[in-house]
């Protein structure tokens, strides 16, 4: 008993004196894709790409603090497929050793740009361990080669990381109404989502927002900026045409930070990425009104501006540290997938037979009656999603594959045993959204069969995973 204790005693010593120097290393690999694909993200035929406003890149930051290192790779993408990250960790694994489970990647929801998750009916399918096309093959091995960049660049570094509110920018799109509103299933929902700006009718938010937009920053000794990630829960911005190629205001704000940081006179190399909060009910339009007429990208601009002075403002208060602790945890957490009634079904295939003859419940109803078709045919019962979460120090950091609601961001974070916590939504893949329970018994469009395909169930069983992680990280 006292030869377990001194044992004991002493691994807690080498545990206490256990020393941590980081390292960092950041990259930026270009992932523009050719011109005349289609750019998804909207209902209907995607428009053939015509035009390239501003190149779309996977950002990469590598973090070393001697003993264990993580990557987070944030990507210009609407949303991409388990199995292309997949691919990317495994070609990373095998060539520099990192572990597969040590690497977050995420899209950022620009909504112009083609698809990194099939096309045409293949996006709405599940593919895991289909061959992926060209584009996703070529995205996966971008990922994997800015990694391997990030880590040959790596060097001794210190990090600091805070919070700041931007409130004017975050508005919930889903509004309980004074009436109910037809869905594409012939039911009744008491939300609609985007409902229009001055709309009568409106009663309230149906939710919450989050304004707090997290920065991660990452200076060489000599306070030479190496790179910068932010979060802030916000969809895209839009507001361009529909054949342009864009990165939306995730890609803007890192061109104003950037040159926010240049007119400090750094060296070149600085990268500058923002991911994507919890905003699966959040946009930047508030319904109350007055209504706002901007022109092509002038909305996105104005909020990228803003987004990005605050994070500069907010980072030139930063405390920094060389000694931070890393850590990842990595688990699959098995949800059912929703599927259609019998009666559903039948009505699709009588609604995709004719849907000229037949009176529609709703515009929509031909393309959901396509997807619950699909979910159907093509969906397994359950699937297994990434859940995973990091440790910088006293900051931790939660990945979800899901266009995930403010809510649940929010809870997250209030029950996180981390002094600090934000969420990445779209992270290690894409399943549609995710609704509280409580939210699903409203409706509205984030709810229907097709664009939510997992268990109404799903959002509390993935926080209760991601604070389970939490805690054994912290132990």
Request: glycine share 10%; hydrophobic share 35%; net charge neutral.
């Amino acid at each position: 008993m006292i030869l377990l204790f001194m044992v004991l005693q002493m691994a807690g010593a080498g545990a206490q004196s256990r020393q941590y120097v980081l390292r960092a290393g950041a990259s930026l690999s270009n992932i523009t894709p050719f011109l005349d694909g289609g750019i998804v993200g909207n209902f209907g035929i995607p428009p053939k790409a015509q035009y390239i406003h501003d190149e779309l890149y996977a950002k990469s930051l590598v973090l070393d603090d001697g003993h264990q290192q993580i990557a987070i790779v944030i990507v210009d993408n609407l949303h991409i497929s388990r199995e292309v990250f997949d691919y990317a960790r495994q070609l990373i694994q095998e060539k520099t050793g990192m572990k597969k489970e040590n690497v977050l990647m995420a899209a950022t929801h620009t909504h112009s740009s083609v698809s990194a998750s099939g096309v045409d009916d293949e996006r709405m399918n599940f593919n895991y361990n289909r061959p992926l096309d060209e584009y996703q093959t070529f995205v996966a091995k971008r990922i994997a080669d800015g990694v391997r960049r990030a880590i040959y660049q790596k060097e001794p570094a210190e990090i600091g990381w805070g919070s700041v509110q931007v409130p004017q920018h975050v508005f919930n799109r889903r509004w309980v109404m004074k009436e109910g509103v037809p869905n594409p299933f012939g039911g009744q929902d008491k939300v609609r989502m985007n409902p229009g700006v001055g709309n009568p009718d409106l009663l309230r938010p149906a939710g919450p927002t989050d304004p707090e937009l997290y920065f991660v920053s990452i200076r060489a000794l000599d306070g030479r900026p190496i790179g910068l990630l932010a979060n802030y829960s916000l969809h895209y911005v839009g507001g361009v045409p529909a054949d342009h190629i864009t990165s939306d205001y995730f890609g803007a704000f890192a061109g104003y930070l950037s040159r926010l940081v240049d007119k400090d006179q750094t060296g070149p190399g600085f990268v500058a990425m923002l991911s994507n909060g919890t905003s699966g009910n959040i946009n930047n339009i508030d319904f109350r009104g007055p209504a706002q007429k901007m022109g092509n990208y002038q909305k996105m601009q104005l909020v990228a501006k803003d987004v990005a002075e605050a994070v500069y403002k907010g980072s030139q208060e930063l405390k920094y540290k060389t000694d931070v602790k890393l850590g990842a945890a990595y688990s699959e957490l098995n949800l059912g997938v929703r599927k259609p009634t019998p009666a559903m079904l039948a009505r699709a295939k009588e609604v995709l037979a004719n849907p000229e003859k037949l009176k529609l419940h709703h515009p929509q109803e031909p393309t959901y009656a396509k997807r619950i078709t699909q979910i159907q045919e093509n969906w397994p019962d359950r699937i297994n999603v990434v859940m995973q979460t990091l440790q910088i120090g006293d900051l931790g950091i939660a990945a979800i594959p899901f266009e995930t609601f403010a809510e649940t961001g929010l809870e997250i974070k209030a029950k996180s045993p981390f002094k600090s916590t934000f969420v990445i939504e779209l992270a290690n893949g894409s399943y549609g959204y995710l609704p509280t329970p409580e939210q699903h018994e409203l409706g509205g469009y984030e709810t229907w069969l097709g664009t939510n395909r997992v268990e109404t169930e799903g959002s509390r069983k993935i926080v209760k995973r991601l604070l389970e992680q939490f805690n054994g990280m912290k132990k």
